[in-house]
């Protein structure tokens, strides 16, 4: 009989006390094996369609008008007067980037992670508290904003594998007109739209386990988000965005699953 092998002989990836451990069925999620994100976004229409029933059994309809939502598809690509250069940061593992400028007003950041393990984010301004706006397991991509005031700023990033980080300040977009209906799953920035208080919302989400789902609009003029709608239960509902005034808003989405938003009647 032969005998057994130490850990220390073992792999990487099969060693246990290894930090690069993981179960093996995640290998099927790295990124050469990933379908196609357009492939994977069609599949999420279907699966909404087929979770969630409202109170008096209307289905969820996702219509031609309908628009799958990648972690690049808003905001808009740098079409308004005075653009700012965006910035990239990437790194592997944990650390610190350079400090960097922010002008002030809505702040987005489109955030990508090979990691078997945990990836967070956190702003920091020059000798103030963080602003977490990422905590996560595994593989990462997505994109959340803030509305931010003029001033330094740092990121703070815990990861165990390769991640890049794009920081991009939107300035003089023109808002969305040509779709009401958005879909997609985990977080995400739309817009900008032009919003009333009155402006009914459909919104249906599944939250992950461990995480909350939250809607919540940043207005174009710099001012702070609204409160987040906010649950940590699977949600289908027809209700008002209650922004407070008639105004052009980013829409920023938190959420780990499947989400779907319609604005307007």
Not at 93 to 113: I, K, P
Request: charged share 10%; hydrophobic share 40%; aromatic share 10%.
């Amino acid at each position: 009989m032969k005998p057994l092998k130490k850990r220390s002989a073992l792999p990487p990836s099969m060693d246990p006390e290894s930090p690069r451990f993981y179960d093996p069925d995640w290998q099927q999620w790295e990124e050469k094996r990933r379908w196609p994100q357009r492939t994977a976004l069609i599949l999420v229409a279907v699966i909404v369609v087929g979770l969630f029933v409202t109170r008096n059994n209307a289905i969820t309809v996702v219509t031609a008008t309908t628009k799958p939502v990648t972690s690049t598809t808003f905001p808009l690509p740098g079409t308004g007067v005075g653009q700012i250069t965006p910035l990239h940061f990437s790194g592997n593992g944990s650390q610190t980037t350079a400090h960097f400028t922010v002008e002030g007003g809505t702040t987005v950041f489109d955030m990508h992670c090979t990691c078997a393990a945990n990836f967070a984010v956190a702003v920091k301004p020059a000798g103030k508290p963080v602003d977490v706006l990422l905590n996560q397991t595994r593989y990462f991509f997505g994109t959340q904003a803030l509305n931010l005031p003029h001033g330094v700023y740092s990121l703070t990033v815990a990861a165990d594998l390769h991640w890049n980080i794009t920081v991009t300040q939107p300035r003089g977009e023109r808002p969305v007109t040509d779709t009401s209906a958005f879909i997609g799953t985990g977080p995400a920035v739309l817009g900008p739209f032009t919003l009333a208080p009155s402006t009914p919302l459909r919104v249906v989400y599944t939250p992950t386990a461990s995480t909350f789902a939250a809607v919540s609009y940043l207005p174009t003029s710099g001012a702070p988000s609204t409160t987040p709608f906010v649950t940590n239960a699977a949600i289908d509902k027809t209700t008002t965005v209650g922004v407070p005034a008639a105004s052009t808003y980013y829409v920023n989405v938190n959420n780990g699953g499947y989400w779907f938003l319609k604005f307007g009647a």
